[in-house]
């Protein structure tokens, strides 16, 4: 239910609105991505919707940091769960 309201209806409403035609795999990987970020960074993901599909995947790869002893830092477990997003969205 959460991810019906919270996720999936807005990112419904944002590709229609920055006429992004995403297809279900597009969708379950923002699902994805947008769940363990928050939405609020769909407009970062996609520089308020003016990001090529390309662009968004290339940009995904970017959010792989986590803080630890107040720095960031590459996480393993980030990397890997932003590249399967990745190719979820490609199709691969």
Same mark, same amino acid.
């Given at each position: 239910? +959460?991810?019906?309201?919270? =996720?999936v209806?807005?990112l419904?409403? +944002?590709?229609?609105?920055? @006429?992004y035609?995403?297809?279900?795999n597009?969708? &379950?990987? $923002?699902?994805? /991505?947008?769940?363990?970020?928050? +939405?609020?960074?769909?407009?970062?993901?996609?520089? @308020?919707?003016?990001?090529?599909?390309e662009?968004?995947?290339e940009?995904?790869? $970017? +959010?792989? @940091? &986590?803080? =630890?002893?107040? &720095?960031?830092v590459?996480?393993?477990?980030l990397i890997k769960?932003?590249?399967e997003?990745?190719?979820? /969205?490609?199709?691969?």
């Amino acid at each position: 239910n +959460y991810l019906d309201k919270e =996720i999936v209806s807005k990112l419904n409403n +944002y590709s229609e609105r920055h @006429n992004y035609n995403w297809n279900n795999n597009q969708k &379950e990987a $923002l699902t994805s /991505f947008l769940y363990n970020l928050g +939405y609020g960074k769909i407009n970062q993901l996609t520089a @308020n919707g003016t990001r090529t599909n390309e662009e968004i995947a290339e940009a995904m790869l $970017l +959010y792989h @940091n &986590e803080t =630890i002893n107040g &720095e960031l830092v590459p996480s393993r477990g980030l990397i890997k769960r932003r590249k399967e997003e990745h190719d979820i /969205f490609v199709g691969s």
